[in-house]
């Protein structure tokens, strides 16, 4: 039986009638179980694979390894470049071998990662540690979410989606937080230890994404969305998905505003992991405080997170884009010049609400200018490599420049990037209002 026939049995147009429909009949209390079960372990794969407890500490353990702190910055970059190459080739091998084997991969990468993080001394060795936590994030990155949205549309549930992937998300935001906590804490008896219980818990999700259900199997035996494409895939047909997403992103002005939007908040966001540790040591704060005030941050972002689509139906998209980054920029400048009193805590609580904002504000807002939704995930991986760049850039930037004032810096950083936005929306808007002048003679202008 060939592939074309195959894709046309009856089992599997039994099996796609019902992946259209989402229509739950005939599933019976065995399937029901099995569902149950598979989403309790993605639920807890999803609490343990990103609870780094190194987090509040990273920066004040590299310093202590006798890197400096352009060094340490630089670190940051590195990070986003190795993330920025291997995303398109883990999504190659993520189709390739299934889902929830690259999340497997991914979260032993993450104990290779903290291991030889914990026994290095020098720049090189912190080197291969963080592109190994930059190979972790890429495998799991991606495969998590369509390994979700499969299970739930073999099971007739894809209608579900958006309610699962809400709840995974607050499991993710919880184990950071509680991650953050503890890794201050034991970071008061050894910086190091921090990171040799992320490989403890890292190896606990491997574990996890061991007892769940193989995918690709399973998608095959269903008639899902692997069924029909041949065994082996190419490179180059993936890079040529990426080069007409990069061309889509440069046609549509509006998607490509959003693209650089999104990279300047997101910079600045992943900023407050580097020079957060720094800023509060400053201001005498002990690790274990460090880390109860990261696991603060991370819950009140996930609390804003979570109601962020009221904020967007009692302010509007608009009022939130400029808003959310005019106040990031301008409390990082106040920030500055804090203390580490009331003014302090203060101006971290607006930087947690702009970080609980940002992912559910922008994301919907790309999603709906991506006008071919068969290369919507290759449209939102430029997004991604565009943050990653970003930071990429920026990191050794701030090294750079010093601890000192670097929040002076983020701060400007901010407040232009605002400004270099409003511009060229002045400028689209300009040249949208100008087009129809150019229409032939006689043509009656029309008003946008």
């Not at 991986?381 to 990191?395: D, H, K, Q």
Request: hydrophobic fraction near 50%.
């Amino acid at each position: 039986m060939t592939d074309g026939d195959r894709s046309r049995s009856p089992a599997a147009e039994r099996g796609r009638a019902t992946l259209v429909r989402g229509n739950p009949r005939g599933v019976t209390d065995g399937d029901r179980s099995r569902l149950a079960r598979a989403l309790r372990l993605f639920y807890a794969f999803r609490l343990l694979a990103t609870s780094y407890l190194f987090v509040p500490i990273f920066m004040l353990f590299q310093a202590e390894r006798g890197l400096s702190f352009f060094e340490r910055l630089s670190l940051g970059g590195l990070y986003s470049a190795v993330i920025i190459l291997v995303e398109v080739p883990t999504g190659v091998f993520a189709d390739r071998v299934g889902r929830r084997r690259s999340m497997l991969c991914g979260a032993l990468a993450m104990v290779a990662a903290c291991l030889l993080a914990a026994r290095a001394h020098g720049f090189a060795a912190f080197a291969a540690a963080e592109a190994l936590a930059a190979l972790s994030m890429a495998l799991c990155s991606g495969a998590d979410s369509a390994y979700l949205y499969d299970l739930l549309a073999a099971h007739g549930r894809a209608s579900e989606y958006a309610r699962r992937e809400s709840a995974a998300s607050a499991w993710h935001l919880i184990g950071s937080a509680a991650a953050f906590a503890g890794g201050g804490l034991l970071a008061r008896v050894d910086l190091a230890l921090p990171y040799l219980a992320t490989a403890v818990v890292a190896g606990a999700a491997a574990a996890v994404a061991g007892l769940m259900r193989d995918d690709r199997a399973d998608l095959l035996a269903r008639g899902g969305p692997l069924a029909g494409l041949p065994p082996r895939l190419g490179l180059r047909p993936w890079w040529q998905q990426v080069f007409a997403a990069l061309g889509e992103v440069s046609r549509s002005g509006r998607l490509l505003w959003l693209v650089g939007y999104s990279a300047v908040v997101f910079a600045l966001l992943r900023a407050t992991v580097y020079v957060y540790q720094p800023y509060l040591g400053e201001r005498g704060l002990g690790t274990a405080e460090i880390g109860a005030l990261f696991a603060g941050v991370y819950l009140v972002a996930a609390l804003v997170a979570y109601r962020t689509h009221h904020l967007r139906a009692q302010l509007g998209d608009e009022r939130l884009l400029w808003g959310l980054l005019a106040v990031l920029g301008a409390s990082f400048v106040g920030l500055a010049a804090a203390g580490s009193g009331p003014w302090m805590l203060g101006l971290l609580l607006v930087q947690a609400i702009a970080n609980g904002v940002y992912s559910p504000l922008t994301k919907p807002l790309l999603n709906q200018e991506i006008s071919d939704s068969c290369g919507r995930a290759a449209v939102l991986s430029v997004e991604s490599m565009a943050r990653r760049a970003a930071m990429g850039l920026f990191a050794p930037l701030v090294g750079l420049y010093g601890q000192t004032d670097v929040m002076l810096l983020c701060g400007a950083v901010g407040l232009g990037g605002l400004a270099v936005l409003a511009l060229a929306r002045v400028r689209r808007v300009r040249r949208v209002w100008r087009g129809p002048a150019r229409s032939p003679a006689g043509a009656v202008p029309k008003s946008d």
